[in-house]
């Protein structure tokens, strides 16, 4: 973790901290043993892995969507902020500044795109010249949510759903985003224009990003830092260039490997026998 | 030729011979129908809010009905005990929330569905228990005198029932398409965890529709118990409002409206004039085999929600 601890003393006390958290479903099953995670204020930091490895699991357990799973922290802490806020409600949490965009969208598919929008003002109240100032802004990072605004978030394209699901997050005027898996099922080039208004909203409305993503090529690219986990546990962590200059990460996660292509057999054994030793 | 006749011949015929009488039927059938649609409003309500059928809509607005009657036997002036009874059926939506829906959170439909079933029973043994069994009559003060308009006999209930029907869809349409709470509740109705995950919190919401939906089956209750005493076959008018769900659509509250006019006003033209060709007792099957047809040829029902499926 001395990496870690380099990037803090260069960005500044860090926004979240997840400390050595343990997560198990049903009272019996254990997804995650032990994660330790920090983004740093107005980071974009990536959560990478394969199926099942614990990434949405780990956002939910920050969000606190995981008690409606049957899921439980049972061990490690969280804090926002330099403040715990393992116990807190999602409803707390939104109002505090950290929003999630679940994986899959998830928009209310009865409700126009503007209404979708406005859901995610509901905590902060009946300010209204606010709120409509900040559609106006939501609408000025995505120019196709405008022309949509009153087709019902059902009938629109995937694409506009991601959009409708960040601009929603938007709306709560986070500090904070919580994004799992923006790229699923879209078009490469739409998941192109996604990241860059990411990155954008990143950097002129200052909001900080935990990414979780299995598309590691593209999420290197606009994260500065990532973790990468396994089997519930974190594995590696580093800034993005070392990371997407890793060897290992280049063979598992981006497909390349400097000594040209392996046989299928013996990239499988090898990654079995890391894994166990992991 | 005998029964083509009769089916096709002679009820347009009386109906020709006696137009007023025709009207006083469908006056007498949305009347009817008014009746249904403020049942049918609660179900719409929770179904919004929920995607749960609430299976004990029916004795909601009958444990209403007798808590106004015994509030009211005790002495206490019409409006107060409206306002008390009210007030019950707040902390009730508080008590169904705690104890039946926050435990379920995240379960299936049919899950809920079958909590809604054991509330039923245990709010009829409870109602029960709490003010008698025996028929109440009930009496707030709505004025019952028939009057006549350019020959059409016309009573100052059904106005004030017409009325109040709608008053409360014009209010609940407001509620739900221009205000906060109105928006979050129909993001809840399509997605508990991502309506979760933007910050509604779930609890104040179902408290509020629960609430509601008391307060619109105490309305519902007082009406049915006004013109038909307060007793306990008031909780089977919920068996008439599913057809008009089925009819108007689940998720519209307009659609509870217009589905139970035309259940209402149907079910008493058949009773009236082809009654005697089928043999009477029209009126209990009516709305069934109406539903029935809408099942087959439009499940959404005239204004429900279409299931959006993207392919």
């Given at each position: 973790m001395q990496m870690a601890a380099a990037k803090e003393a260069v960005a500044g006390a860090p926004l979240l901290t997840v400390n050595n958290i343990e997560v198990i479903y049903d009272h019996v099953i254990l997804v995650l043993?032990?994660?330790?995670?920090?983004?740093?204020?107005?980071?974009?930091?990536?959560?990478?892995?394969?199926?099942?490895?614990?990434?949405?699991?780990?956002?939910?357990?920050?969000?606190?969507?995981?008690?409606?799973?049957?899921?439980?922290?049972?061990?490690?802490?969280?804090?926002?902020q330099g403040a715990r806020v393992d116990s807190l409600s999602p409803n707390d949490l939104v109002k505090r500044g950290v929003i999630q965009v679940m994986e899959g969208r998830h928009c209310f598919e009865h409700l126009t795109v503007e209404e979708n929008l406005l859901t995610g003002a509901y905590t902060r109240g009946g300010k209204r010249a606010e709120i409509d100032r900040d559609l106006q802004m939501v609408y000025g990072y995505f120019p196709r949510l405008k022309e949509r605004r009153n087709a019902?978030?059902?009938?629109?394209?995937?694409?506009?759903?991601?959009?409708?699901?960040?601009?929603?997050?938007?709306?709560?005027?986070?500090?904070?985003?919580?994004?799992?898996?923006?790229?699923?099922?879209?078009?490469?080039?739409?998941?192109?224009?996604?990241?860059?208004?990411?990155?954008?909203?990143?950097?002129?409305?200052?909001?900080?990003?935990?990414?979780?993503?299995?598309?590691?090529?593209?999420?290197?690219?606009?994260?500065?830092?990532?973790?990468?986990?396994?089997?519930?546990?974190?594995?590696?962590?580093?800034?993005a260039e070392t990371l997407g200059s890793n060897e290992d990460v280049k063979e598992f996660y981006l497909g390349l490997s400097a000594g040209g292509r392996k046989s299928y057999r013996d990239v499988k054994h090898y990654k079995r026998r890391k894994r166990w030793l992991a | 030729m005998g029964v083509l006749n009769e089916f096709f011949v002679l009820p347009f015929l009386d109906i020709a011979e006696a137009?007023?009488?025709?009207?006083?039927?469908?006056?007498?059938?949305?009347?009817?129908g008014v009746m249904y649609s403020l049942v049918a409003l609660g179900f719409v309500l929770i179904f919004k809010a929920s995607g749960v059928f609430n299976f004990a809509q029916g004795v909601l607005a009958l444990f209403a009905a007798l808590t106004l009657v015994g509030i009211m036997e005790w002495g206490v002036p019409a409006p107060v005990a409206l306002l008390l009874t009210a007030a019950v059926m707040v902390g009730l939506a508080f008590a169904v929330e705690r104890l039946v829906l926050r435990p379920l959170v995240n379960q299936e439909h049919i899950i809920l569905f079958m909590s809604t079933i054991g509330l039923a029973y245990f709010l009829e043994g409870l109602g029960d228990t709490l003010w008698g069994s025996n028929v109440k009559k009930l009496d707030i003060g709505i004025p019952e005198q028939s009057f006549e308009i350019g020959g059409v006999l016309l009573n100052q209930f059904e106005l004030v029932a017409a009325a109040t029907a709608g008053t409360l869809v014009a209010v609940l349409a407001v509620f739900f398409h221009y205000t906060r709470v109105g928006r979050a509740l129909r993001a809840v109705a399509d997605d508990h965890q991502a309506a979760l995950s933007v910050g509604i919190p779930l609890k104040t919401i179902w408290v509020i529709v629960w609430s509601v939906a008391g307060i619109v089956a105490l309305v519902a209750g007082?009406?049915?118990?006004?013109?038909?005493?307060?007793?306990?076959?008031?909780?089977?008018?919920?068996?008439?409002?599913?057809?008009?769900?089925?009819?108007?659509?689940?998720?519209?509250?307009?659609?509870?409206?217009?589905g139970g006019l035309i259940i209402g006003v149907g079910e008493k033209i058949g009773e009236v004039y082809w009654g005697p060709a089928l043999g009477g007792a029209i009126e209990n099957w009516f709305a069934y085999v109406l539903a029935l047809m809408f099942l087959v040829f439009r499940p959404q029902g005239l204004f429900g929600e279409k299931i959006i499926e993207r392919v």
């Open positions: 043993k032990g994660v330790s995670l920090e983004v740093p204020e107005g980071g974009v930091v990536a959560l990478l892995g394969a199926n099942g490895a614990g990434k949405t699991t780990t956002l939910k357990a920050i969000s606190n969507l995981l008690r409606t799973e049957r899921g439980e922290v049972t061990k490690g802490s969280i804090e926002f019902q978030a059902g009938y629109t394209s995937g694409g506009e759903q991601q959009m409708t699901a960040i601009g929603r997050a938007l709306m709560s005027r986070p500090k904070m985003i919580l994004l799992d898996e923006p790229s699923m099922g879209l078009a490469p080039q739409l998941v192109e224009e996604i990241f860059d208004i990411v990155k954008r909203l990143n950097q002129q409305e200052g909001v900080s990003i935990l990414l979780a993503e299995q598309n590691t090529n593209i999420a290197l690219k606009f994260a500065t830092y990532g973790y990468i986990l396994e089997n519930g546990r974190v594995v590696m962590d580093g800034d | 137009p007023l009488f025709f009207i006083e039927v469908i006056i007498g059938g949305l009347s009817a007082i009406m049915w118990g006004s013109k038909s005493g307060v007793q306990f076959s008031l909780s089977l008018i919920a068996l008439k409002a599913l057809p008009v769900l089925i009819l108007g659509g689940f998720t519209s509250v307009p659609g509870a409206i217009v």
